[in-house]
């Protein structure tokens, strides 16, 4: 049986190769001309070591100079002699131009356009060929905004085995992209992204996890939602979604959806505004109960502004929580790329 291999380079540029059965993660990627670091090939000089996101794998042959036991008890392995037993996640030592890659570019056409609110809006594209993208729950891509000489980063609110892809965008007046689609963008505009990116992506669900939202910082989490709908899931995974308006809460019914499906995902909605009607007023750190955080036995996947990574670190700190696990996006609220 085929598995797909996301290698993941140090730049945040993703791709992915398909590795046949007895084939290691090194002949599949040169066979889709990725050089990723390699040398002896042979198990001996430790060149292509690399890190095991997730996965199951047949570590091969090779020698204690190269990999250490220790190092593969942590989930490192020789991307020249581990073989795939599943699909897997492996962070490349080294950048995608030095690995003579890229993110691809990819061709799409609007199929719609919804204004969730006055701040937020969602878009969706169906892609000429949708077997040529993969990505990972939790990344992004950089879209170029029809009719304006610059791109914006958005992170796909959709899991990665749906047939179109969706975004979400908060409106900034002004902004290019939300200019666009508030006045001009119809179905059937041609759209280029480039991408998928980010190190910011669903690993497998082992402990509890807790995941943070800020406003449209929601998206990536929508996508490793659906994700789990699809795989099912067997621990607790709590959300907490602040908005800083009342009219910034969008996709509420969707999360509703998913706790319906999933009896193990709880979720909570918070406004940061005093003036909001809302009845859980502040931000997302006064929702976090110590259920949430499990002394530590928990992985937290956070994306919001700048501002509410800063707030939520200093807050697990001053618990003198630290998660097992703490994966962050921070993002630009105007979607700058
Ligand atoms: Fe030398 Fe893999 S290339 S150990």
């Known amino acids: 049986m085929n598995h797909q291999v996301a290698l993941s380079f140090e ?16 002949d599949a990627s040169y066979k889709a001309r990725i050089n990723i670091p390699l040398d002896c090939r042979d ?5 292509c070591k690399s890190f095991c996101e997730s996965g199951d ?6 020698i204690e100079d190269a990999l250490t036991d220790e190092e593969a008890e942590r989930g490192y392995l020789l ?27 990819h061709q799409a056409t609007v199929t719609d356009v919804v204004l969730h609110s006055d701040s937020t809006i969602g878009f969706t594209l169906e892609l000429d060929d949708r077997d040529a993208l993969s ?5 992004y891509v950089n879209v170029a905004v029809p009719g304006a000489d610059c791109s914006r980063s958005y992170s796909f609110s959709n899991g990665p085995d749906d047939k179109q892809v969706s975004f979400l965008v908060r409106y900034t007046e ?9 006045t001009r963008a119809r179905a059937g ?31 990536p989490l929508l996508a490793m939602l659906e994700k789990l709908r699809e795989t099912g899931l067997e621990h607790p995974v709590h959300l907490v979604y602040g908005v800083t308006a009342d009219q910034d809460l969008v996709e509420v019914q969707r999360l509703q959806d998913y706790a319906e499906a999933l009896p193990q995902f709880t979720f909570e909605t918070c406004v940061a505004e005093e003036s909001s009607e809302h009845p859980n007023k502040g931000y997302v750190t006064k929702f976090v109960g110590p259920e949430h955080l499990a002394d530590g036995d928990v992985d937290v996947y956070l994306c919001g502004p ?20 703490f994966h962050y996006e921070k993002f630009n609220p105007a979607g700058a790329a």
């Open 11 to 26: 730049d945040g540029i993703t791709r992915f190769v398909t590795c046949a059965p007895h084939e290691t993660v090194a």
């Open 43 to 47: 198990g001996a000089c430790g060149t």
């Open 57 to 62: 794998y047949d570590g091969g042959d090779y």
């Open 79 to 105: 991307a020249c002699q581990a073989m795939p037993r599943s699909d897997m996640i492996v962070q490349i030592a080294g950048t995608s131009e030095a690995a003579k890659t890229g993110a691809a570019t």
């Open 135 to 139: 990505f990972l729950p939790g990344q």
């Open 174 to 182: 002004g902004g290019a992209m939300s200019e666009y689609l508030k």
């Open 189 to 219: 505009d041609r759209v280029e992204f480039t991408g998928p990116m980010g190190g910011f992506f669903l690993r497998e669900i082992n402990r509890r996890a807790l995941l943070l939202a800020g406003g449209t910082g929601l998206a």
């Open 306 to 325: 700048p501002p509410m990574v800063e707030a939520v670190r200093s807050d697990l700190a001053g618990r003198g929580v630290t998660p097992a696990h």
